[in-house]
């Protein structure tokens, strides 16, 4: 079995046929999403997708390109943490290279997720473009004054950057970027980091991997992913399935395996 740890069902390029889309996920091999909250004010629409399928679950949190219009509190996110189906915290973060926001209000808005992970021991899912330095500083200095762990998504940075998470406790998550022609430095990173403590993702709507690069993007593809990791890792697509889904569910330990798998 796959998980597609990061994907946005709640998106309205799903809102026709999300029932058919999860279907195909789990012809094709994936029988975990996580459908990851990007805007607090849309949280129920999230939460509403979790709910409906029993093999998909949530996360809540405010996007970096959302900081400068949404607030993050912290005690809010804590709250809104404890419905049986928020797996997660975030999606959260830094993003220099868009600067949606103003720096400073991502910054205090990843610090509020960081708290409220830290106060309900779930993990933080990371999202950082163009601000490695920055990032790793923040978790460092954050993980030095209460346990936090968690995940970088849609990993695509530099090795120094996996590095010093994966000191920290953290795990990388590989999107379609994997795929791309000119991803080579991404694939040599993957190819030195430690088995478990990789997991796969679609990021779906976007970012689909080849062969689909250019349509939509669904949780179904993530086998496209998982099946380049492995050949980079030089193992079989079966054991980079069983592999990164062990570690899954060590990170995220509040999901209940489905059936198939208890």
Same mark, same amino acid.
């Given at each position: 079995?796959?998980?597609?740890?990061?994907?946005?069902?709640?998106?309205?390029?799903?809102?026709?046929?999300?029932?058919?889309?999860?279907?195909?996920?789990?012809?094709?091999?994936?029988?975990?999403?996580?459908?990851?909250?990007?805007?607090?004010?849309?949280?129920?629409?999230?939460?509403?997708?979790?709910?409906?399928?029993?093999?998909?679950?949530?996360?809540?949190?405010?996007?970096?390109?959302?900081?400068?219009?949404?607030?993050?509190?912290?005690?809010?996110?804590?709250?809104?943490?404890?419905?049986?189906?928020?797996?997660?915290?975030?999606?959260?973060? %830094?993003?220099?290279?868009? *600067?949606?926001? +103003?720096? =400073? @209000?991502?910054?205090?808005?990843?610090? $509020?997720?960081?708290? #409220?992970?830290?106060?309900?021991?779930?993990?933080?899912?990371?999202?950082?473009?163009?601000?490695?330095?920055?990032?790793?500083?923040?978790?460092?200095?954050?993980?030095?004054?209460?346990?936090?762990?968690?995940?970088?998504?849609?990993?695509?940075?530099?090795?120094?950057?996996?590095?010093?998470?994966?000191?920290?406790?953290?795990?990388?998550?590989?999107?379609?970027?994997?795929?791309?022609?000119?991803?080579?430095? %991404?694939?040599?990173?993957? *190819?030195?980091? +430690?088995? =478990? @403590?990789?997991?796969?993702?679609?990021? $779906?709507?976007?970012? #689909?991997?080849?062969?689909?690069?250019?349509?939509?993007?669904?949780?179904?593809?993530?086998?496209?992913?998982?099946?380049?990791?492995?050949?980079?890792?030089?193992?079989?697509?079966?054991?980079?399935?069983?592999?990164?889904?062990?570690?899954?569910?060590?990170?995220?330990?509040?999901?209940?395996?489905?059936?198939?798998?208890?």
């Amino acid at each position: 079995m796959l998980v597609d740890s990061h994907c946005h069902l709640d998106f309205p390029d799903f809102a026709d046929e999300l029932e058919a889309v999860v279907a195909r996920a789990g012809e094709a091999g994936v029988g975990v999403m996580v459908t990851i909250c990007t805007h607090l004010s849309r949280f129920e629409r999230v939460r509403a997708v979790a709910e409906r399928f029993d093999n998909v679950w949530c996360s809540v949190g405010v996007h970096p390109h959302e900081a400068g219009s949404e607030t993050a509190d912290t005690n809010r996110l804590v709250a809104l943490a404890q419905h049986p189906k928020v797996v997660g915290i975030g999606e959260t973060g %830094l993003d220099f290279y868009y *600067e949606h926001s +103003p720096r =400073d @209000r991502q910054e205090a808005c990843f610090r $509020a997720h960081i708290r #409220a992970a830290q106060a309900t021991g779930l993990p933080l899912i990371v999202h950082t473009r163009d601000a490695d330095r920055e990032t790793a500083a923040i978790l460092g200095e954050c993980a030095g004054e209460a346990p936090l762990h968690g995940v970088i998504h849609c990993f695509s940075t530099s090795r120094q950057l996996a590095e010093a998470v994966i000191d920290l406790g953290f795990y990388i998550s590989l999107s379609g970027i994997v795929t791309f022609k000119k991803a080579e430095d %991404l694939r040599r990173t993957v *190819e030195v980091l +430690p088995l =478990d @403590r990789l997991l796969v993702e679609t990021d $779906a709507p976007y970012l #689909a991997p080849v062969p689909k690069r250019g349509k939509r993007n669904e949780p179904a593809f993530t086998a496209y992913t998982a099946a380049e990791v492995a050949k980079l890792k030089r193992i079989s697509s079966s054991d980079i399935a069983a592999a990164t889904t062990e570690n899954f569910f060590r990170l995220f330990n509040k999901v209940r395996a489905p059936k198939v798998m208890a």
